[in-house]
């Protein structure tokens, strides 16, 4: 069948409308025809080739949302109709898979990073020329063929249209402060970074409790939604000095921080600023081959921890239905985060993401 895609051709350029020839599922496979997809700044990154070379065409887009239109003859764990999120692409019978951790499959990053399918194909093209797919999906478009390992079934009353950031940007906040730190009642958190990623982390950190919530960054309306979504103190490290503020606010440095900006030089203050036994995780995707140095004995007399995380440790079919019910309790307020663009404006929502106009962008179809 045809369908209308939004691709990318060339670095830091506008993504292109086109009409492109989309393959029928395979026997694992499943057809969702999108309802609506977010825009994450990795889309961005990949389309710029910041973070890995990946080839073009390209279309971008993993955070979609949507309802199965046509399943392949093996697929059992969705049926058309059902109204799915989709999220990244893992091979099922790995380690990690098996212990139902699919962010960290030994066949992640060919599967969601390769341009295509496992064996290297896709099932996109136009007039015959190859069109790659991101993170096994490719949403920034009318349909997508994916494998069915992509897709979470959701209920029939989910609003499908605000859900598709739960695939990526907001399990990444979320499960990284739940599943990864564990932060306990009570324990103190600092967040680098309030895009989508980190406030998800902000409203993670208040469902579970914790005590002094810190939200750092340089833009003032950013810090007063982390206020909003449940943050104690704000940092703009533009006004003061982010190791003095979090010394005075914490008494002995932080517990946990999460860092989110991919910012070597961040990251390494996340780590500096930890109290005792404190533990930091970072998310964001930092270019290949970025090094990081922070001081041993700081890190090992003190017993601290520095934990990379993808995805927010989840079992995506485990995890985004109870945070779609503390949604739906109005516990885990999402929307306060999203602004809606019409497919037809992805290039401004880019953009309005770029610049930092919006949190979390989400075109609909
Ligand atoms: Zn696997
Ligand atoms: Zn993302």
């Known amino acids: 069948m045809q369908i209308e895609a939004a691709v990318a051709r060339k670095?830091?350029?506008?993504?292109?409308?086109?009409?492109?020839?989309?393959?029928?599922?395979?026997?694992?496979?499943?057809?969702?025809r999108l309802a609506a997809s977010g825009v994450c700044h990795t889309d961005m990154a990949i389309r710029d080739q910041k973070i890995v070379p990946m080839p073009q065409p390209i279309v971008l887009g993993h955070e979609g949302a949507g309802i199965v239109e046509k399943v392949g003859a093996s697929v059992v764990k969705v049926k058309?109709?059902?109204?799915?999120?989709l999220s990244g692409d893992s091979c099922g019978n790995c380690p990690s898979c098996q212990i139902s951790l699919p962010s960290y499959c030994y066949e992640f990053f060919q599967r969601n990073f390769g341009g295509g399918r496992a064996d290297g194909t896709s099932p996109l093209s136009v007039n015959g020329e190859k069109v790659h797919t991101f993170m096994g999906q490719g949403s920034f478009a009318t349909h997508?063929?994916?494998?069915?390992?992509?897709?979470?079934?959701?209920?029939k009353d989910a609003p499908l249209e605000l859900l598709g950031p739960l695939g990526c940007g907001v399990i990444t906040g979320a499960g990284a402060v739940i599943n990864s730190l564990k932060v306990g009642v009570g324990k103190s958190i600092a967040i680098f970074g309030t895009g989508s990623v980190g406030l998800s982390g902000v409203m993670a950190a208040k469902l579970v409790g914790a005590g002094k919530i810190i939200a750092i960054d340089l833009r003032d309306d950013r810090l007063k939604l982390a206020m909003e979504l449940g943050a104690t103190h704000t940092i703009d490290p533009s006004k003061e000095s982010i190791p003095e503020a979090i010394k005075k606010i914490t008494g002995n440095g932080v517990d946990f921080t999460l860092e989110t900006t991919a910012l070597m030089p961040v990251l390494r203050q996340a780590i500096d600023v930890l109290a005792l036994r404190g533990t930091c995780g970072f998310v964001g995707g930092a270019p290949e081959g970025s090094e990081l140095t922070f001081v041993a004995s700081h890190v090992m007399?003190?017993?601290?921890?520095?934990?990379?995380?993808?995805?927010?440790?989840?079992?995506?079919?485990?995890?985004?239905?109870?945070?779609?019910?503390?949604?739906?309790?109005?516990?885990?307020?999402?929307?306060k985060l999203v602004t809606f663009y019409p497919f037809k404006d992805i290039n401004r929502a880019i953009e309005e993401s770029l610049n930092g106009k919006c949190v979390k962008p989400i075109v609909r179809f």
């Open 11 to 32: 670095k830091f350029g506008p993504l292109n409308f086109e009409t492109l020839d989309l393959e029928e599922p395979r026997h694992n496979e499943v057809r969702v």
């Open 301 to 335: 007399n003190g017993g601290r921890t520095i934990r990379g995380i993808i995805l927010g440790d989840t079992n995506p079919e485990e995890f985004l239905p109870k945070l779609i019910e503390l949604h739906a309790l109005g516990r885990f307020p999402l929307e």
């Open 144 to 155: 997508v063929v994916c494998h069915d390992r992509n897709v979470i079934a959701v209920a």
């Open 80 to 85: 058309v109709g059902d109204r799915v999120i």
